[in-house]
C-alpha cells in the first residue's frame, strides 16, 4: 500500500503535541515511543518489579482457559507460554467489543498492538507478546451491538443487535438468545451488497454463535480468526477467572480510596496547569469502581465511611466492600481511569496503544500510578488510516478534488461544482424576478396602505404569495438541473461515503466488514504489512 499523511483530521490537542514529541510532555509521561532508550529503560523497570505484580503462571493459566473458548492457534499458545516466562514483556491495546467486529478502527487497534510489539522485539532482542484487552465489563450495549457497512447503493447502513430487557449489565454478561443473533443475521445479510466472498463471510460468522455466545466472545472469536495467527492473545476483562487474579489490587484500590482519587485529581490539576481540558474529568467522591447486581454494573461513590451507588440502591462498608475483592472479586470492576491500574497489575505492560482520546485521559493518570508505585507504560498513539478504495480514487481524479478536499468540505464541493454546472445563471435570474417584482409592489403597496391600511395588509400578502411561488418555480428549476446530472451527484455522494461516511472518519464509521465482504479476506491481512510508525498520525492508503 501506499501511505500519505491525510490532513484535515482533528485529535484532542494533547494526544497530537504529544504524538510529534512535544518536549514538555515528553517530559511530563517519563517516555516517548520515538525514544529507543526509553524502551529499554521501561522493560530494565519491568524486569525490576516483577514480584508486585499478578502471578504470571496463574495469568497463563486463566489465558489459555479462555483461548480454549476461542480458534485454536498455535501461535497464540506459543505467546501465553511466553507470558508465563520471567522476564516476559507485553504491548497492549484494548476496546470495547463490537458487534461483527465492529468499526475499522478496533483491527487498526489490534494490528497496531501487534506491529508495536515487533517493534519492540526488534529493539530490545527479546520475545514481546501482543495482547488486546476487550473491555467485556463495560456495560454501554447500544454502543457495542452495532456496525455499519455500505450498502449496494454505497449508503452506509447500520445493523444492530437488540438488548434484551431489563437491568444494563455488562456487555460480557448479558445473555442472547438464538433468535436475537438470527435477527441481526438477517440485517447483515440484507445490509451487505452480493459479492463472491458474502456466502462465505456471514457462514463463518454464524459459526462463531451458533452457541448463542454473548457479544463479547463472539467478538473474540472472530478477533482469534483475524489476528491469531499473530499470536495476538485475547482476554476479557469481565472473565471471572482473571478477575480472581486482580483480587489483591481490588483490595488496594478499595483500601486506598480516597488517596487514588486524590492523585487522579492532582493529575488532572497538572494537566489543566499545562494548558489542556480535560477528556474524562473525574467526579468527587468516585470510588472509580463499579458493582455488578441484579440492577445492573453501578458505578460506587464514597459515602460517610462506606460506599454507594448514586441512587442509593446498594450500600457497602469499607470492610464488607474488602471482602468482596477477597471472596468474590467478580462482583467488581473497574471504570476507564482505575482500568489502566489494573492492567498494569496484571500484565508486564512495556506499552499501551491508545487511541487520541484515551492519551487525553492517561495524562492525568501519572499521580495515580506513582500513588500505588507504579510506573506509566510507553504510551503508543495508535495509527490511523483512511482507505482509498480503487474505485473512490478513480472518481477522486475525475473530479479533481483529493482526499483531503472531500474530509473537509465534500458537501460544499458537491454543491459549488452542481452550480458551475448551471449554463443558465439560475440563481441570477430568479433573483432578478424577485428584486422586479419588489420594485413593481413598492409603489403600490404605498398606494394600497394610503386608500385603506388593511388593504395595504392584503397587499403584502399577495406578494408573498407571488413570492412563494417564484421559489417553488426555482426549486423545481434546480432539482431538473440536478436530475440532468443525477450520475455525477452519485459519484460525488459515493466519495463522501466512503471517505467521509455519516460525517465521520472513515475507520469509525464503517465496519471492517464492509472492506473484507468487498475485497475479500486477504484486506485485511495486507495492513500487518503496513510500516510501523511509533508516532501513529493519520495517513491515506492506496
Known amino acids: 500500500m501506499n501511505l500519505t499523511p491525510l490532513q484535515g483530521l482533528s485529535s484532542p490537542a494533547l494526544a497530537e503535541r504529544y504524538r510529534q514529541g512535544d518536549a514538555q510532555l515528553r517530559e511530563w509521561f517519563g517516555s516517548h515511543p520515538s525514544i529507543a532508550e526509553d524502551w529499554r529503560k521501561r522493560a530494565l523497570?519491568?524486569?525490576?518489579?516483577?514480584?508486585?505484580?499478578?502471578?504470571k503462571a496463574k495469568l497463563a493459566s486463566v489465558l489459555r482457559d479462555y483461548q480454549a473458548r476461542l480458534l485454536p492457534s498455535a501461535a497464540v499458545d506459543r505467546s501465553i507460554d511466553a507470558l508465563a516466562e520471567p522476564g516476559s514483556l507485553a504491548v497492549v491495546g484494548g476496546q470495547q467489543a463490537g458487534l461483527f467486529g465492529g468499526a475499522l478502527l478496533i483491527a487498526y487497534k489490534a494490528i497496531a498492538v501487534i506491529q508495536a510489539a515487533r517493534h519492540a522485539e526488534s529493539l530490545l532482542g527479546r520475545k514481546v507478546v501482543p495482547v488486546f484487552w476487550i473491555a467485556g465489563e463495560d456495560h454501554d450495549f447500544d454502543e457495542a451491538n452495532h456496525l455499519y457497512v455500505a450498502g449496494p447503493e454505497g449508503k452506509p447502513r447500520r445493523v444492530r443487535l437488540d438488548r434484551p430487557e431489563g437491568a444494563r449489565h455488562s456487555v460480557s454478561r448479558t445473555s442472547l438468545s438464538e433468535e436475537q443473533w438470527q435477527a441481526a443475521f438477517a440485517g447483515l445479510a440484507n445490509a451487505l451488497p452480493d459479492t463472491e466472498f458474502k456466502p462465505g463471510l456471514i457462514d463463518k460468522l454464524r459459526s462463531y454463535s451458533a452457541d448463542s455466545p454473548s457479544l463479547t466472545l463472539a467478538f473474540a472469536r472472530l478477533l482469534s480468526d483475524w489476528f491469531g495467527s499473530e499470536g495476538l492473545v485475547l482476554l476479557d476483562a469481565d472473565d471471572p477467572a482473571l478477575r480472581k487474579l486482580e483480587s489483591p489490587m481490588f483490595r488496594r484500590l478499595i483500601e486506598d480510596n480516597e488517596g487514588l482519587e486524590r492523585a487522579i485529581k492532582r493529575g488532572e490539576d497538572s494537566v489543566s496547569g499545562l494548558g489542556y481540558s480535560l477528556q474524562a474529568p473525574s467526579a468527587q467522591g468516585c470510588a472509580n469502581l463499579f458493582v455488578h447486581s441484579d440492577g445492573g454494573r453501578l458505578l460506587l461513590f464514597r459515602e460517610r465511611d462506606g460506599f454507594t451507588d448514586k441512587k442509593q440502591v446498594l450500600?457497602?462498608?469499607?470492610?464488607q466492600l474488602l471482602a468482596l475483592a477477597e471472596e468474590a472479586p467478580d462482583t467488581l470492576s473497574n471504570n476507564a481511569l482505575s482500568r489502566p491500574l489494573m492492567q498494569e497489575y496484571v500484565l508486564p505492560v512495556l506499552a499501551t496503544v491508545l487511541g487520541p482520546s484515551e492519551l487525553a485521559y492517561w495524562a492525568g493518570l501519572r499521580p495515580a500510578f506513582e500513588r500505588f508505585s507504579l510506573e506509566l507504560p510507553i504510551l503508543i498513539p495508535r495509527q490511523s488510516f483512511t482507505y482509498l478504495e480503487p474505485g473512490v480514487g478513480k472518481l477522486l481524479s475525475k473530479y479533481e478534488v483529493t482526499a483531503e478536499d472531500i474530509v473537509t468540505g465534500g458537501e460544499r464541493l458537491k454543491?459549488?461544482?452542481?452550480?458551475?454546472?448551471?449554463?443558465?445563471?439560475?440563481?441570477?435570474?430568479?433573483?432578478?424576478?424577485?428584486?422586479?417584482l419588489e420594485g413593481l409592489y413598492a409603489p403600490l403597496l404605498d398606494t394600497l396602505t394610503a386608500i385603506e391600511p388593511a388593504l395595504g395588509e392584503l397587499g403584502v400578502a399577495n406578494r408573498q404569495r407571488l413570492l412563494d411561488q417564484i421559489a417553488y418555480l426555482e426549486k423545481r428549476a434546480a432539482d431538473t438541473v440536478a436530475k440532468q446530472h443525477d450520475v455525477s451527484l452519485r459519484q460525488w455522494d459515493r466519495m463522501r461515503d466512503s471517505l467521509w461516511p455519516l460525517g465521520k472518519p472513515q475507520e469509525r464509521a464503517l465496519g471492517t466488514l464492509h472492506f473484507l465482504n468487498r475485497y475479500g479476506p486477504d484486506w485485511l491481512k495486507g495492513w500487518l504489512n503496513v510500516p510501523f510508525d511509533a508516532l501513529g498520525g493519520h495517513r491515506l492508503a492506496e
Not at 450500600?315 to 470492610?319: A, D, F, L, R, W
Not at 454543491?415 to 422586479?436: H, P, S, T, V
Open 415 to 436: 454543491d459549488e461544482w452542481l452550480e458551475a454546472q448551471d449554463d443558465w445563471q439560475l440563481d441570477k435570474r430568479f433573483a432578478e424576478a424577485r428584486a422586479g
Open 315 to 319: 450500600s457497602y462498608t469499607g470492610e
Open 45 to 55: 523497570q519491568l524486569d525490576r518489579t516483577e514480584g508486585g505484580r499478578a502471578d
